[in-house]
């Protein structure tokens, strides 16, 4: 009987260790990886919050009346919406005249620093040449060098010219750009070279290398770059406060900051208003533009 038992009853399996062939760890928990994972969304939750808080308390501003503004406490939402706030700013202000004159700007110096900073990427990343290397580390240094520091020079340089109080002053100080250079070449340099050889090959210029073959592969980093370009521009404050003193030439921050006429006298709903309608433009941009300005530094910084 015993016998018969032994014959029946299967042997026990010998249980593999890490050093034999065919051993597979097991998987880590999935509960850890659950954990995990809710964590980082909450984490990210609270840090979307916490930035979106002053764009929501700016928007909900510019629908209170100029004495809800500022209580104390703080009342996140208007008790009673003031839609009359974005008409009056309209009426009471040449705020039509602020945003033709940051369009024109912003679209001109967005145009300007794609064509040139694409153009002169291509010089650094395909074209060779005794002191390339030294000559770019100069040119993105001077990244690093504060607009204030040669201010007064280019003032005085662009007023000899005849081109202060012109729009043409602030399209020519930002038509070239060290960073739109850097991010180009980045991105030129991962593609292949040998798509340049070939083309070469078929008797095609350097000039149409650069229009009809990296341009066109490089939609990420020049949306990107444009992207950047035209946020900056649109926001700036201190260029136009230097040259533009024609209130017809004024930009968005140029006139919302005059309209602030004292700490006291100040309709700050208008106000509100004003700054929310200078921000549509921009958040339109980021939405339209958002899956290429990710794509377009992600791979800046890769070779290959």
């Known amino acids: 009987m015993s016998e018969t038992m032994a014959l029946v009853t299967p042997p026990a399996r ?21 954990i995990g994972r809710a964590v980082l969304y909450i984490v990210l939750i609270v840090a979307a919050a916490a930035m979106l808080t002053p ?38 202000s040449d705020i039509g005249t602020w945003i033709k004159n940051t369009v024109i700007i912003s679209l001109s110096v967005t145009a300007l620093q794609v064509i040139t900073g694409s153009f002169a990427a291509y010089g650094f990343a395909r074209i060779r040449f005794p002191g390339r290397n030294m000559l770019f580390l100069l040119y993105v240094g001077t990244i ?43 991105f030129y340099e991962t593609i292949p070279e040998e798509l340049s050889e070939a083309a070469r090959l ?25 992207l950047l370009t035209f946020v900056n521009t649109w ?5 136009p406060l230097i040259y533009l003193r024609d209130p017809s030439l004024w930009t968005m921050q140029l006139g919302l900051n005059n309209f602030v006429s004292s700490l006291y006298d100040t309709d700050y709903g208008v106000l509100f ?23 377009g530094i992600a791979t800046s910084g890769m070779k290959g």
């Open 144 to 186: 690093a060098v504060p607009w204030q520091s040669y201010m007064i020079p280019q003032f005085i340089m662009l007023s000899n010219a005849g081109l202060a109080n012109t729009l043409w002053s602030i399209m020519l100080l930002q038509a070239f750009g060290a960073f739109g250079v850097f991010l180009m070449k980045q």
């Open 14 to 34: 010998k249980k593999r260790t890490s050093l034999e062939p065919g051993y597979r760890s097991r998987p880590a928990g999935r509960g850890g990886r659950t």
């Open 235 to 239: 926001n700036d404050y201190l260029g």
């Open 55 to 92: 764009f929501f308390w700016m928007v909900m501003s510019s629908l209170k009346d100029a004495n809800s503004v500022f209580s104390v406490p703080v009342r996140w939402i208007p008790e009673v919406f003031v839609w009359s706030n974005y008409v009056e700013i309209w009426e009471s």
């Open 273 to 295: 208003a004003g700054l929310v309608i200078s921000v549509v433009p921009i958040a339109i941009i980021f939405m339209l533009g958002q899956r290429y300005f990710v794509e």
């Open 202 to 226: 078929d008797g095609l210029s350097e000039y149409g290398i650069w229009w009809r073959i990296m341009v066109p592969l490089s939609i990420p980093a020049v949306a990107s770059l444009a």
